[in-house]
């Protein structure tokens, strides 16, 4: 069942103009006796360590009460027992009943005693005024959802387990997105533009030399059930050629929580999960962006070249007559009609001689340069020297399929 939590920040403006006054409990004789000032007024949020801090501990584990070898019922309410003696336990006195029952406020004990309804014994605190229902109703918010004991989940606080792209590696396309995976659900309201960055390096690959640019994500956006990742999405968004440095912070001002309030534990040495154990910590993984390095090749060439402007005449298939039997319909056709292939017109040379475009028919069909026949593609504009150099490239390097 998934637990509705009230975040702290809500619950404490709702508190806000709660004063809370406690009274102690008294001495062990259970004479009573002036009691110590009560602390200041205080508003505190239905979680454990704020009830521990805010009611166990000034008002229940004070000295000749809950704490101690001789506390009562063995219920000791100081700060290193009271929740493994509170929720889940059986009350002593009435055993059917657990003191703490998770989820189910009306069915502990606890709540009984503070509100003057158990069964056995005295309103809690003894010989003290009783809490006032809106403190008592503080303990019944942390009882329905689910009693959590919110300082020992800050030893297992929620870890990044997976991006993509794959910290360090070199990519040839910009990425649609960027895509971290966590080992917990996450406080969606954490995850945003704040927390989720992506910085380019400015060209020089370093970061933190203050020529770094911020990228703003067309989105960043979680799921709508089991939020166990973070998408920031790049639809839309140019990427240079850079070396890009993705951030989730788990410090700061602004940080990525997960359902129970922990901090992103986000160390990452390279190796997932990140983390180092404690929460708190930013996850940082560059990746390297390089289009415009990457040398053409026969599918691109096919794709921009010949397909719109040879295929039409080049149609196939594979003949001795001139245009259709030089098959240039599809990279594979255009492979094994070119490479190696001694030319029709001039069979003394090849068609495509791997590493030699000078000495490529090809080349020079389409540069004008041929002995025979008219300038490719014929009766149509003669293709940019650019992309003529894209098809020498691709045959400087070996022609390969
Ligand atoms: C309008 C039809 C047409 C188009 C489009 C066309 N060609 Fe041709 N191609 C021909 C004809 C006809 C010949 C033979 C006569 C000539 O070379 O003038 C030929 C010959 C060739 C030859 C010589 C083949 C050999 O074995 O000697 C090459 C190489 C060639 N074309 C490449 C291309 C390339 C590359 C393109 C696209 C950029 C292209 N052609 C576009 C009609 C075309």
Avoid at 306 to 318: D, M, R, V
Wanted: hydrophobic letters at 40%.
């Amino acid at each position: 069942m998934k637990i509705l939590r009230i975040r702290h920040g809500c619950f404490t403006s709702l508190f806000s103009v709660l004063f809370v006054t406690i009274a102690g409990c008294s001495g062990g004789s259970g004479a009573a006796e002036e009691n110590t000032p009560p602390p200041p007024p205080a508003a505190f949020g239905p979680n454990f360590s704020e009830i521990q801090s805010n009611i166990f501990t000034p008002t229940c584990a004070t000295s000749g009460c809950h704490i101690g070898a001789g506390a009562p019922q063995g219920l000791r309410l100081d700060d290193a027992n009271s929740y493994a003696l509170l929720v889940g336990v059986a009350s002593s006195e009435v055993p059917s009943v657990l003191r703490v029952a998770a989820n189910d406020p009306a069915n502990s004990y606890l709540i009984r005693k503070l509100e003057g309804t158990a069964s056995v014994g005295a309103q809690m605190p003894l010989n003290a005024a009783a809490l006032e229902q809106a403190v008592i109703n503080i303990l019944r918010q942390w009882i329905t959802d689910g009693a959590i004991d919110d300082r020992a989940t800050s030893a297992d606080p929620v870890r990044v387990t997976s991006l993509s792209p794959i910290p360090g590696s070199e990519l040839n396309a910009a990425p649609d997105d960027i895509v971290a995976m966590f080992d917990r659900e996450l406080d969606v309201s954490t995850v945003n533009a704040n927390t989720f960055v992506l910085e380019a390096s400015g060209g020089d690959t370093t970061f933190g030399d203050g020529n770094e640019t911020q990228i703003t994500a067309a989105a960043i956006t979680t799921p709508g059930t089991t939020p166990m990742s973070a998408t920031f999405d790049l639809t839309g968004v140019a990427l240079a050629d850079d070396t890009y440095r993705v951030r989730l912070l788990g410090s700061g001002a602004s940080l990525i929580l997960d359902i129970d309030a922990n901090a992103l534990d986000g160390e990452f040495s390279g190796s997932f999960p990140s983390g180092d154990g404690a929460a708190g910590g930013d996850f940082e993984a560059n990746f390297a962006l390089t289009t415009a390095a990457m040398n053409p090749t026969l599918g691109d060439i096919q794709a921009n070249v010949f397909s719109p402007s040879c295929a039409g005449c080049h149609s196939g298939p594979t003949s001795s007559s001139l245009p259709s039997g030089m098959d240039l319909s599809s990279a594979d056709a255009s492979f094994t009609s070119l490479v190696g292939v001694s030319s029709l017109q001039q069979p003394a040379i090849s068609r495509v001689a791997a590493f030699d475009p000078d000495n490529s028919y090809l080349v020079q069909k389409i540069e004008g340069t041929a002995a025979t026949g008219v300038r490719m593609p014929a009766g149509l504009p003669a293709l940019d020297q650019a992309v003529i150099d894209n098809i020498r490239q691709w045959i400087t390097d070996g022609a390969n399929r």
